[in-house]
C-alpha cells in the first residue's frame, strides 16, 4: 500500500515538475507533465505493472492529442489506435532524443491531419 501511495505522489511531483514550452504557430505555449524523448524511451525498456512512467507518458500523450483535435475541429485520431500513435512517438523520439512528447505530438497531429486530408 506504502509504495502504490509512494508512487502516485512521485507521479503528481513529476507533473508539476516536467512542465514544458511549445512554440505554436509563433506563440509560446507551456504545457504541464511533458515527458522528454530520452525519458520517454528510456521508459519503453520497462515492463509489467510497474511501468508507471509509460502509462502516465502514454496517457499524457493521449490527453494532449485529443486537445489538439478538439482545439482544431480536426478529428485527426479517428481510424487511429493508442499502440500506432505510441510507436510513431517512439520512432519520433528516438530520432529527436533533445526534444519532447509535447513537440513529438505536435508534429504527429499535423502529419495525421496531413494524411487524412483534414
Avoid at 511549445?22 to 515492463?47: D, E, L, M, Q, Y
Avoid at 502516465?56 to 480536426?74: P, R
Wanted: glycine share 10%.
Amino acid at each position: 500500500m506504502f509504495k502504490r501511495c509512494h508512487t502516485w505522489v512521485l507521479v503528481g511531483v513529476l507533473y508539476v515538475a516536467l512542465a514544458q514550452v511549445v512554440p505554436a504557430g509563433g506563440a509560446t505555449i507551456t504545457t504541464r507533465g511533458t515527458p522528454s524523448c530520452a525519458n520517454w524511451i528510456n521508459s519503453k525498456g520497462v515492463s509489467g505493472q510497474e511501468n508507471w512512467p509509460r502509462t502516465v507518458a502514454t496517457a499524457w500523450l493521449i490527453g494532449f492529442l485529443s486537445g489538439i483535435a478538439l482545439d482544431q475541429g480536426k478529428n485527426f485520431l479517428d481510424g487511429t489506435d493508442t499502440d500506432s500513435l505510441v510507436l510513431w512517438v517512439d520512432n519520433y523520439c528516438a530520432a529527436n532524443s533533445l526534444k519532447n512528447v509535447a513537440e513529438a505530438g505536435a508534429v504527429l497531429s499535423a502529419e495525421l491531419a496531413r494524411q487524412k486530408g483534414l
